[in-house]
């Protein structure tokens, strides 16, 4: 015999760095799976977490080409003292 339910309240536990498990019911409810973005914001004391509608690409890089773009772009010494000297 199965039970199914609609409950739409749970109580979540919170565990390292604020994550938090959505039940199972729910993800599955809502199309939410592994590795898929949802929105989540804050409305007064509200958290509100949305399914993304549609899907956006996106990419992860390594620290490596972070620190490429770091550098990359950084403006040259001549023109970063005239700039900081404009500013003052």
């Known amino acids: 015999m199965q039970i199914t339910t609609n409950q739409q309240e749970e109580w979540l536990k919170i565990l390292t760095k604020g994550m938090v498990t959505i039940p199972k019911s729910w993800r599955k409810e809502l199309g939410i799976e592994e590795g898929k973005m949802v ?14 509608e549609k899907p956006v690409s996106y990419r992860t890089y390594s620290q490596k080409e972070l620190q490429q773009f770091l550098k990359d772009d950084r403006l040259p010494k001549k023109l970063e003292k005239k700039l900081a000297k404009v500013l003052k």
């Not at 929105?39 to 993304?52: F, G, L, T």
């Open 39 to 52: 929105k989540a914001k804050k409305i007064a004391n509200q958290i509100i977490i949305e399914p993304m």
